[in-house]
């Protein structure tokens, strides 16, 4: 049996660069005070034995774990059927790489996994939290801010009672959603529907007002609610089409729910875009690409979304390209064969 060579220690590296096992550790962990001469040798001598710092020895000193949670308050079921969540992941994931910080997953299945988050929070496992997919009534955000860790929010805060500065990061979705309605209506329809998100999400909300913001409150009967999944998208096409067989036109507040709500226009006979033309919202490509027709809709940028909230929590919340604590991308419409 082969023998593990020994692992090489902080006085294996002090020897090795001629300097004190303490100015070692300063290096190591970052502190100031030693100068670069002396900060090249032990980089070199840490290089050369290929010695690997003892994480939980760090963190004693430190008090940082280069590890940071990201807390999603859907069920694994959500979570792993919608790209947007895969996206966002991908953006978060690729910034603490970059600086060499972890990624823990935490999820929430129903209210009674709150509480296990927020303790896990709360135990110092972590140095920060990002947290998307709120709803309003979510008692996490103040679990979370009880906890005492720095947290950035995925979405505009809906739940603050505005008192306290908020760090988030969201998309304009009231701005892109008057986009795509106007577009609508720029293209001679009349009789536009909308069918929402889970209206207790701000970005629901927001879409539901950029919608009201062009069709005045007399859309409103033109609304149905869905939940930002292919049979929410569904079910809302099939309730807006007996309500209002004439309809001429249908923005969805997601690409997923306008694949659903396509499928149902076209069961019904329903020519896209003849008959009726369909916008969504996030042009996510693996959904908007291969629908039937190819989607028009609205993109936000959702990888950049989660590379900003990861480097707000990094850098101690600060952007300075925001005004406030808030930081909103612009979104974009994307023109294809659906509208």
């Given at each position: 049996?082969?023998?593990?060579?020994?692992?090489?220690t902080?006085?294996?590296v002090?020897?090795r660069?001629?300097v004190s096992?303490?100015?070692?550790?300063?290096?190591?962990?970052?502190g100031?005070?030693?100068r670069?001469?002396?900060?090249?040798?032990?980089r070199?001598?840490?290089?050369?034995?290929g010695y690997?710092?003892?994480?939980?020895a760090?963190?004693?000193?430190?008090?940082?774990?280069?590890?940071?949670a990201?807390?999603?308050?859907?069920?694994e079921?959500?979570?792993?059927?919608?790209?947007?969540?895969?996206?966002?992941?991908?953006?978060i994931?690729?910034?603490?790489?970059?600086h060499?910080?972890q990624?823990?997953?935490?999820?929430?299945e129903?209210?009674?996994?709150?509480?296990?988050?927020?303790?896990?929070l709360?135990?110092?496992?972590?140095?920060?939290?990002?947290?998307?997919?709120?709803?309003?009534d979510d008692?996490?955000?103040?679990?979370?801010?009880?906890?005492?860790?720095?947290?950035?929010?995925?979405?505009?805060?809906?739940w603050?009672?505005?008192t306290?500065?908020?760090?988030?990061?969201?998309?304009?979705?009231?701005?892109?959603?008057?986009?795509?309605?106007?577009?609508l209506?720029?293209?001679g329809?009349?009789?536009?529907?909308h069918?929402?998100?889970?209206?207790?999400?701000?970005?629901a909300?927001?879409?539901?007002?950029?919608f009201?913001?062009?069709?005045?409150d007399?859309?409103?009967?033109l609304?149905?609610e869905?939940?930002?999944?292919?049979g929410?998208?569904?079910?809302?096409?099939?309730?807006l089409?007996?309500?209002?067989?004439?309809l001429?036109?249908?923005?969805?507040?997601?690409?997923?729910?306008?694949?659903?709500?396509?499928?149902?226009?076209?069961?019904?006979?329903?020519?896209?875009?003849e008959?009726?033309a369909?916008?969504?919202?996030?042009?996510?490509?693996?959904v908007a690409e291969?629908?039937?027709?190819p989607?028009?809709t609205?993109?936000?940028?959702?990888?950049?979304?989660?590379?900003?909230?990861?480097?707000?929590?990094?850098?101690?919340?600060h952007?300075?390209?925001?005004?406030?604590?808030?930081?909103?991308?612009?979104?974009?419409l994307?023109?294809?064969?659906s509208?």
């Amino acid at each position: 049996m082969t023998e593990t060579a020994p692992r090489p220690t902080l006085e294996a590296v002090a020897a090795r660069a001629g300097v004190s096992r303490a100015t070692v550790s300063r290096v190591v962990n970052g502190g100031d005070g030693v100068r670069e001469p002396l900060v090249e040798r032990v980089r070199r001598a840490v290089e050369e034995l290929g010695y690997v710092p003892n994480q939980a020895a760090r963190s004693l000193v430190t008090r940082r774990h280069d590890a940071v949670a990201v807390v999603i308050a859907e069920p694994e079921t959500r979570v792993f059927a919608d790209p947007f969540f895969a996206l966002q992941l991908r953006g978060i994931s690729k910034e603490l790489t970059a600086h060499d910080n972890q990624l823990v997953l935490l999820l929430t299945e129903g209210r009674d996994d709150h509480a296990r988050v927020a303790r896990y929070l709360a135990g110092g496992h972590v140095d920060g939290a990002l947290v998307f997919s709120l709803h309003l009534d979510d008692p996490l955000p103040g679990l979370i801010q009880g906890a005492g860790v720095p947290t950035v929010f995925g979405g505009r805060p809906g739940w603050s009672d505005g008192t306290r500065d908020v760090v988030h990061v969201d998309s304009d979705n009231r701005g892109g959603a008057r986009e795509a309605v106007r577009h609508l209506v720029d293209l001679g329809r009349r009789r536009v529907a909308h069918i929402t998100g889970p209206l207790d999400q701000t970005s629901a909300a927001d879409r539901l007002q950029g919608f009201l913001d062009v069709m005045g409150d007399t859309g409103r009967r033109l609304v149905a609610e869905g939940d930002f999944t292919p049979g929410g998208g569904e079910r809302a096409m099939r309730e807006l089409l007996d309500r209002s067989p004439d309809l001429d036109a249908v923005f969805a507040a997601n690409d997923l729910s306008a694949a659903g709500a396509l499928r149902v226009l076209r069961a019904h006979g329903r020519r896209v875009p003849e008959d009726v033309a369909v916008v969504g919202f996030d042009d996510m490509l693996p959904v908007a690409e291969q629908t039937d027709p190819p989607l028009t809709t609205v993109r936000q940028d959702i990888e950049e979304m989660g590379r900003i909230m990861a480097r707000l929590l990094l850098h101690g919340g600060h952007d300075p390209a925001a005004s406030g604590p808030g930081t909103v991308l612009p979104t974009t419409l994307i023109r294809r064969a659906s509208a």
